[in-house]
């Protein structure tokens, strides 16, 4: 397989491999730096690194998973090769490489089964019109008197006086 590339500072891209080894192995993947290794990188968030086999998705299956839980727009899916896909799987989120550049050079036993891109939302809305989103609308409150942080402070003052005189008093 030949090399594949990462975008520094890449967003919202999943990469799918299938994973031809044995289930002791793959589930070892699940390990910190155990996806580095057989990906051939470095530095690798584990958070950002699915590894399961495609049975535990049961209905759902990996359509299902990159569309509905990954939020892949279906027209980047092809159903009928994912459906087909056995075995167990590893998903790698862009944020796994923590805004790096990598190279990537998968270990024979993974392959890249696909690229997808995650769907971008949409911050854009129309004006806010409620009373309260107007700048300045919020009830105006009157200054707080600083008076009874003052007193708060002579009151300690005069205990600690008392305390240390206590003291002097019985050491003398």
């Avoid at 500072?9 to 080894?21: I, K, N, S, T």
């Avoid at 891109?117 to 989103?133: F, N, P, Q, R």
């Amino acid at each position: 397989m030949s090399d594949l590339i990462v975008a520094p500072h890449e967003y919202g891209v999943l990469r799918l491999f299938q994973l031809d080894m044995r289930p002791e192995a793959a589930k070892f993947l699940r390990e910190p730096g155990a996806a580095d290794q057989v990906l051939g990188v470095e530095g690798l968030d584990p958070v950002q690194i699915d590894v399961f086999p495609v049975s535990d998705l049961e209905e759902l299956g990996l359509y299902g998973y990159l569309n509905e839980g990954c939020g892949v727009p279906k027209d980047q899916l092809d159903r009928a090769a994912l459906e087909s896909v056995e075995g167990w799987v590893m998903v790698v989120r862009s944020a796994a490489f923590q805004g790096r550049a990598a190279t990537l050079q998968p270990d024979p036993k993974v392959h890249l089964i696909g690229l997808y891109t995650e769907e971008a939302t949409s911050w854009t809305g129309g004006a806010i019109k409620t009373e309260s989103a107007k700048p300045f609308s919020a009830p105006q409150t009157p200054p707080q008197d600083d008076k009874p942080g003052r007193i708060g402070s002579a009151m300690l003052a005069v205990v600690v006086l008392v305390v240390i005189g206590g003291i002097l008093w019985l050491i003398l």
